[in-house]
């Protein structure tokens, strides 16, 4: 059984600068710009349409009022987190075509949602040529969200946008696996101090970018599934220049193709997102086209008809013990077996998330939540939570019957779009008039 590609387009460029005073960055020509070359048609994919972006208008912005185009970047982050929803909702694969950097909003968002749905955390794969990682905590600005949008979901800079419906972070900076950024990125630094995992170009290249894919499958293996970020300036400018801020070394159009289809040849891959193309660069369409043949060729495990459907699993869950269990017993049921060692430590409802448990329940993960609860501060996220493992071995739950990821099958459908948000802790929050001068992704001032 395939799995189904649905492509969304998000053509915004509200986190850029302006290229020059009278135009606008062209990175929201980049979905127009891919289809002409019949993506869709190669990709066998469903058209799930255009989330169309707010006019781009800096006004009468001024450094020292934050984030440029802040409002309007939430509204469009909340919206594009909706579409994913219901492409999510319906058990598809979705790919988004980006628009800048600052995309990853609405995507971290729609993964929060879905990460506090199946109680369990969501990880992120960010490929890119720059960490984008600038906030008021290591910049003396801030203003283009498309370069500080990975500091923004893991909690770092004003709340408007790091903390929509309340949440915050949307990606836990543990559950975070940096790759391709340049060797001598302006923040590598900040990400080893936050505990950020990451793999620049020389590393990349020298494991090999199958090698590199597994790895970052294991640096996430707590995690009950991932969302892939590339931006494609993480390819080098000698053969990608159509970007807004080529950097020399990077990497090469058959080296992003390994890498992709690595991410997504497994069942925790969520989706994908592809930003930061800008066609106006791109006059006769070759450099379009090479992005295309790339994509296609790397999302080939995804439309392979022996796919594995996409799927949460529990990330190895140590629940407190259930009363009156027994001794150790091995129970076989549907294809799935399951370890209950009856005791403290021992592991319970490793269902698979997504899937009626065996016993009819919404699940491995529901039956660990009323087992009991850690704190909220241990997994980044509001209701049941997991502690990280503590000596108990991994257990994979296969089931007999591959069925799309989702929701719980008892929670219904529109589960990962509620807007209900946890409280907000307004102790870590900056003011939204942090200090900024300059709009341009990448650090040039």
Not at 75 to 88: K, N, T, V
Not at 151 to 159: D, E, H, I, P, S
Not at 234 to 257: K, S
């Amino acid at each position: 059984m395939m799995r189904r590609i649905a492509v969304l387009d998000a053509p915004t460029n509200l986190g850029l600068r302006p290229p020059t005073p009278t135009s606008v960055p062209g990175c929201a020509k980049a979905p127009g710009a891919l289809r002409d070359h019949d993506l869709l048609a190669r990709l066998r994919a469903r058209d799930a349409g255009c989330v169309t972006p707010p006019r781009y208008d800096p006004g009468d912005w001024r450094p020292g009022d934050g984030v440029c185009h802040a409002r309007e970047i939430a509204d469009y982050s909340l919206a594009l987190a909706e579409r994913l929803g219901s492409i999510i909702d319906r058990g598809e694969f979705p790919v988004v075509l980006g628009g800048d950097c600052s995309v990853l909003l609405g995507s971290a968002l729609a993964m929060h949602r879905l990460g506090e749905a199946v109680g369990g955390r969501i990880g992120l794969v960010f490929v890119d040529g720059h960490s984008d990682f600038r906030h008021p905590g290591n910049a003396s600005y801030v203003g283009a969200a498309a370069g500080e949008d990975l500091a923004l979901v893991t909690g770092r800079g004003q709340a408007d946008l790091a903390a929509l419906e309340g949440r915050r972070p949307y990606f836990r900076d543990i559950d975070v696996v940096v790759l391709g950024i340049r060797a001598q990125d302006e923040y590598r630094l900040d990400l080893q101090a936050a505990g950020i995992t990451t793999r620049p170009v020389p590393a990349l290249r020298a494991e090999g970018a199958a090698r590199t894919a597994q790895w970052a499958h294991e640096q996430l293996a707590d995690c009950a599934g991932y969302w892939v970020h590339i931006d494609v300036d993480v390819l080098d400018p000698a053969v990608m220049p159509a970007v807004d801020a080529p950097d020399p070394g990077g990497i090469a159009f058959a080296e992003l193709e390994i890498l992709l289809a690595g991410l997504v040849d497994t069942p925790h891959c969520l989706g994908v997102e592809l930003t930061v193309f800008d066609p106006d660069y791109d006059p006769d369409g070759s450099y379009a086209a090479e992005i295309v043949n790339t994509v296609v060729a790397g999302l080939a495990p995804v439309t392979a008809p022996e796919a594995v459907p996409p799927r949460l699993l529990s990330p190895r869950p140590t629940p407190a013990p259930r009363r009156a269990a027994p001794a150790d017993r091995v129970e076989r049921s549907a294809g799935v077996e399951r370890l209950d060692a009856g005791r403290p430590g021992g592991v319970n409802g490793l269902d698979a998330v997504g899937l009626v448990g065996v016993d009819g329940s919404g699940g491995g993960m529901a039956d660990a939540g009323r087992d009991g609860e850690v704190e909220a501060e241990q997994s980044g996220i509001p209701g049941p939570a997991y502690a990280e493992p503590s000596g108990v071995a991994a257990v994979i739950a296969v089931a007999v019957e591959r069925e799309p990821v989702g929701p719980p099958a008892s929670a219904g459908p529109g589960l990962l779009r509620r807007t209900s948000p946890p409280a907000e802790d307004s102790s870590g929050s900056n003011s939204a008039s942090e200090k900024g001068v300059d709009l341009h992704k990448a650090d040039t001032a």
